[in-house]
């Protein structure tokens, strides 16, 4: 029992540090955009062509933490149901 309560904590923090990981990432592009027009980029074509490879690392950066948090989510309630956890 112990155990499993440490494997939900542990788990927990993890999923913590995930959801963090993809909002500084969001962040990260949010300011990058809001970098570029106070640059002076306001030409669409240059702007995305600048914006798109650090918007779609972040992107991609955000999705997969997400992704690897819900899939630790269903871990945690796996333990707790083969534990009897509330």
Known sequence: MEK??????TLFIVRICLWVIAAVSTG???WYSIKLHSDGIFDP????TLLRPIFYTCLII????ICI???LRKITVEIKRQNNIR
């Open 4 to 9: 499993a309560k440490k494997q939900i904590k």
């Open 28 to 30: 990260i592009w949010i």
């Open 45 to 48: 074509y240059e702007y995305a």
């Open 62 to 65: 955000a999705i997969v933490a």
């Open 69 to 71: 948090s819900f899939l």
